[in-house]
């Protein structure tokens, strides 16, 4: 396609999913109400709307959710492609995507049949109210959870993607010189670190960073936060998701930062947005979900154990719980490989017209899942706008982490990504470590998977998560697993033994997320 055609072809679909928006009523219901201004006149009429528009904030609106979904939408394919080919282009990585979602469908079908416990049950009238008035405090309610286990964690998931083959590329084909030692063999392009650079400018030495405690080049640490403080609350005031998206490049102040990150995801806290969660809230009080459990299951083993997290229980399980019933979620579905996993209503097993998305957002929870969740608590005590932040972070970047694509913010291509640059840039390590049975992805993989949450301090995890929302991209994530790598190089050339290695690596509480990332991407000799 050429330019014009593909430019056509995003406006049109832009267009077509803002049509049926809220904002569409409103911008509507504004223009009709200015007609009735004395300063809008009939020669002129639509060069006035529009600048009625533009002075009164909407046409700001408007570039914001323009901006969200040019985000969201999947690139441009021929008209003529097939649905699937948008979801995910290589047939190889869509039946392995397709026999995972088996896998775990299967899992999840063996449990409910295992324990006699129904996929979905309408709860008595007795049990909703007593659900209500413990909305609050959930994590004082005690489930039997003990028969209950996690549908898949993190490491089967590495097992399918150790096992991904392209069956049109030959690995015999490459000059050993040029072998990839790692567990990932398919060929996806990844960037180098001249590349990277380029992509991460911002990150470079001679740049301002919040996160950066004391450096010689760059202005003093006080002076550039003043600054950058400043330059923060204009963006705000501005209202600018653009402008937001590249001011977080640098890190966001920590008291601007729910506002920043709002901003960026297009996520407001309006009147219909608290009535919707409030919709949500009642389907999870008048239906009980077998999912229900795992999302219990999930917190009691993660953040409830968690030194920085365990505080934050009622509102994980609050938000979870919401979101499994949240059908809005079904249309990241549109660009994600995965396919929303269906049950059948009693009886009707295999009768397509009978059967439901299950569970009605269409995601299975997985060991760790609310992890995800847990550091925002950090940012939004509104359980309305905590949920819609968390959402759009699912929708844009963490669906990515776990399933199989070839995107290059997915896991898949992560994965691959860290390999080759521990390879090309710490051969000896990546060697000896390969040789002893500690294959680095091995314990790299449970930080990517979750986006470094849970293992870094909550202060650095947020520096990083800026850095997600600044560039679009999950790259960052594994060019930092990369830089852990390196930054323990020393004590990893002393080890014998995979438990060795993980002992080196089990803790990352202490590291500084910043400095790590700028020396690896901009120290490191190419």
Partial sequence: MDEGTELSMTIAQVVQKLKGSHLHSQLEKQAKECLHRPDIQLECLKDDVRNFLRNSGWEKKLQNAVYRELHVLPPPSHPAAPPEHIKEPLAYMRKAQASWEKRILKSLNS??????????????????????????????DEPDLSHFRPVYAPKDFLEVLISLRNPNYDISDQASSKAHWGLIQVPLNVKDIPELREAFSELDLTSGQLGIDDHTSVPPADMFENEHVRIGKKVLTEQDSAAAEQYSRQGCPTGLRADLWGLILNVTNEPEDMMYYEQLKSGVVHHDLLVDNLIYKDVKLTASNDDYYFVFEDYLYQVLLCFSRDTVVLEHFNYNSATPPKSYIRGKLGVEEYAVIYPPNGVIPFHGFSMYVAPLCFLYNEPSKLYSVFREMYVRYFFRLHSISSSSSGIVSLCLHFETLLQTHLPQLFYHLREIGAQPLRIAFK?????????????????????????????????????????????LMEVTSLAAAEAVLADLSTLKVMPLLQIFLFATAI
């Fill in 447 to 491: 930080w990517m998977v979750r986006a470094f949450s849970g293992y870094l301090a909550t202060d650095q995890l947020l520096l990083l998560w800026d850095r997600v929302l600044g560039y679009n991209s999950l790259e960052i994530l594994a060019v930092l697993a990369a830089a852990v790598f390196a930054f323990r190089a020393e004590n």
């Fill in 111 to 140: 449990m409910c049949t295992e324990l006699g416990v129904p996929l979905a049950r309408k709860r008595p009238v007795n049990e909703q109210k007593e659900l209500l008035s413990k909305w609050n405090e959930m994590g004082t």
